[in-house]
Nanobody, 122 residues
Framework: VQLQASGGGLVQAGGSLRLSCAAS????????MGWFRQAPGKEREFVAA????????YYADSVKGRFTISRDNAKNTVYLQMNSLKAEDTAVYYC????????????????WGQGTLVTVSS
């Protein structure tokens, strides 16, 4: 399984970005997917997750109401729409595949993409 994240960049506070994560393999639609982020000097943290069907989503409190996770199983791709960005959203964002456990737990993810940098200027 390979995960390729893209869409990061530099944006002003209040702006928007959409991250994409393209997955290889034929079993993408069988697994939950998640987005995580890691800011400089901080631990990697949960951002959002989506069930295999897309019917269930979870968000960290810090992004709830501003970020939206979605997926297109026909394209083997998961997205993270980020609106009303804040300086504190600056981080490297990673997509990951859930191995079958709880979607909000980082330990339950078994495959990770390489990360894409999001920088929000204030």
């Amino acid at each position: 399984v390979q995960l390729q994240a893209s869409g990061g960049g530099l944006v002003q506070a209040g702006g928007s970005l959409r991250l994409s994560c393209a997955a290889s393999g034929r079993t993408f639609s069988s697994y939950g997917m998640g987005w995580f982020r890691q800011a400089p000097g901080k631990e990697r943290e949960f951002v959002a997750a989506i069930s295999w069907s897309g019917s269930t989503t979870y968000y960290a409190d810090s992004v709830k109401g501003r970020f939206t996770i979605s997926r297109d199983n026909a394209k083997n791709t998961v997205y993270l729409q980020m609106n009303s960005l804040k300086a504190e959203d600056t981080a490297v964002y990673y997509c990951a595949r859930n191995g079958g456990g709880r979607l909000v737990l980082i330990a339950e993810y078994d495959y990770w993409g390489q990360g894409t940098l999001v920088t929000v200027s204030s």
